[in-house]
């Protein structure tokens, strides 16, 4: 069946990727701003949407993280940290959402004086908040965080006993975030262990801005239950348009063996340089090769994007299916962080009938 825009927003989606401090409301921002003196790149909504949008389509990693310089500025007290959680919440709930995993590194929030567990509050407050919110507009969603360590930094033993000391107040899970060539998650490793020994897990942004080398050492050194982003194993793979002609390299294989999940963000995708074309990025060949592919949004405000968005360019420009959004959609549950019996009620009661819905229709 071919799928329209407004069908593929009625899909229930389940988003595994996708940054607090990277999808702020326009409107919001403009006011936060107002409110503390800070000066954004343009004063009104839409037009400073576009700037985000035009600063992120460089084709540069480092380019797009600049953008978060504006973002993180208006996210330093509790009442702000509250206000964007909530909106978070409501608007991928309103986008169709019904279990979103929202990423922030607390680290990147105390210019005015907060702790780091008065982040994490404060976060938290938000999400509940804007869980309460929407179920009171008939949506339902489970969210929970993955509290984040910025790898150019040194505090990521740090950030681990805090995601810890939160593993039963929302912390599902955590990540390391910013610039991946150069700082390899390798600089982590104690605080990968830490995670393992005390049986919580994580994601690692992988093969984004660095190649093949970069997945190997987040799942074979660092041990990761899934690749944030993770497209550039297309590199470890000749011939990857072709599934009868396609030649695994070992990275490549150890991936695809063991469903290891990979957090794909299209549309963030084509602003950092990895394809320049929906119909050319490598999720498709992924899918069609048997790779773990999931659909996410990454940041719904720096690459103007939103999990309808991203689901439609697949069909449009990538011939995708409903059966293949049904596919990445159900791969994304069973592999979030929450617990099993969870993902299994959110699948049960949720995905499957929304499918399933508008098969019937």
């Not at 326009?26 to 909504?45: F, K, N, R």
Request: aromatic share 4%; net charge negative.
């Amino acid at each position: 069946m071919s799928l329209n825009r407004d069908q593929i927003a009625a899909l229930p989606k389940v988003v595994l990727h996708d940054h607090l401090d990277g999808g702020l409301r326009p409107g919001t921002m403009l006011e936060l701003a107002d409110e503390i003196g800070h000066t954004l790149p343009a004063q009104d909504p839409d037009a400073l949407a576009r700037s985000f949008v035009e600063s992120a389509n460089s084709g540069s990693l480092e380019r797009y993280l600049e953008t978060f310089a504006h973002t993180t500025a208006v996210m330093q007290t509790p009442e702000h940290l509250h206000r964007v959680a909530s909106e978070a919440v409501l608007d991928l709930a309103g986008d169709g959402a019904v279990y979103a995993e929202l990423r922030y590194a607390p680290e990147q929030h105390l210019e005015r004086g907060l702790t780091l567990q008065e982040v994490v509050d404060a976060v938290q407050a938000g999400l509940d908040d804007g869980v309460a919110r929407a179920a009171e507009a008939g949506h339902h969603i489970r969210v929970g965080t993955l509290i984040t360590a910025m790898r150019q930094n040194d505090r990521a033993d740090e950030i681990v006993e805090l995601t810890l000391a939160n593993r039963d107040r929302g912390a599902l899970g955590f990540d390391i975030a910013g610039p991946e060539l150069g700082f390899p998650p390798t600089r982590q490793a104690g605080a990968f262990r830490a995670l393992r020994e005390a049986n919580f897990p994580y994601t690692i942004h992988a093969g984004e801005a660095d190649g093949v080398h970069s997945v190997w050492q987040a799942v074979q050194q660092c041990h990761a239950l899934r690749l944030g982003h993770g497209v550039r194993i297309i590199e470890d793979i000749a011939h990857a348009g072709d599934p009868e002609a396609a030649q695994l390299g070992p990275v490549a294989h150890w991936v695809r063996d063991r469903q290891i999940p990979l957090e794909v963000c299209p549309v963030s995708n084509l602003h950092t340089g990895i394809a320049p074309t929906v119909a050319e990025h490598p999720i498709t060949a992924l899918r069609d090769l048997g790779f773990a592919v999931t659909i996410n949004t990454d940041n719904r405000l720096v690459s103007g994007t939103s999990m309808t968005n991203e689901m439609h360019l697949l069909v449009t420009e990538a011939g995708w299916s409903l059966a293949d959004l049904e596919a990445a959609t159900l791969t994304a549950a069973w592999n979030g962080f929450a617990h099993y019996d969870e993902m299994q009620q959110i699948i049960t009661d949720q995905v499957l009938p929304g499918f399933a819905a508008l098969r019937r229709d």
